[in-house]
């Protein structure tokens, strides 16, 4: 009788900092048990500092694949092998292929699953954004809208001289940017009563409000802005998106 052929283990998982609510475990484990992947595991890897990454690259029997998260999609870049054109210009790393040899190659799929997720809610006079923060997470939101020609700014707490602050938002600047876009983690569980420092009264019914907060579903953020007649979108999409993306690309 012919021996059955064992199935090689392949590992996954998340890097961060403080991880345990994450979106990509319970994805990936859920998306594991539907197919039958039973060879396939996803763990977080929750890193007090990036400097941890290397040892865990070493010591972790059967590593794929990675995903990388708050607060370390920029600091990680250096630990890498290879960096893919996409992910090099938009300076943030999202998703890691890893070889059998241990070599590492980064990726950016936030881009492609945030493109994906608004472009069903654009309409004609949607032109120009403003991007709520200026983290990783900002920079491949920058990188999907200048891919879809829609203009776009920075808003930040402590602005350089090419972004808006909070108080600079005027109803002058409301009615020219149409999309908002936050890409900060204000808002996010347990701190559910927290939101960007807007004044929310500027929204109008023209406006899209884009949270890339998926936990709560409806952010104070989307909450306020919805009761101002826009429309609203969450970034559960987005990362589902995502992360189908970098499925595809841990099974090239």
Known sequence: MAKKKVKKQRQFGLIGKNIHYSFSKKYFTDKFEHHFFDNCHYKNYDLESIREFPKLV?????????NVTIPYKETIIPYLD???????KIGAV???TVSKKKKLKGYNTDYYGFKKSLKPLLKKHHTKAL??????ASKAI??????????????SRNPNEYEFSYE????????????IINATPVGTHPNVKDCPALDYSLFTSQHIAYDLVYN???????????????????????LVFQAEKAWEIWNK
């Open 58 to 66: 070493e010591e972790t029997k059967g590593l794929v694949g990675l």
């Open 82 to 88: 290879k960096v893919d054109k996409k992910a090099k």
């Open 94 to 96: 999202n998703c890691i």
């Open 131 to 136: 991007i709520l923060g200026t983290g990783g």
């Open 142 to 155: 920058a990188f999907a809208l200048k891919k879809m020609n829609i203009e776009y700014d920075f808003v």
């Open 168 to 179: 600079e938002l005027t109803a002058e600047i409301f009615a020219e940017y149409t999309i």
């Open 216 to 238: 709560p579903e409806k952010t104070a953020f989307l909450k306020q802005a919805k009761a101002h007649g826009a429309t609203i979108k969450n970034g559960y999409e987005m």
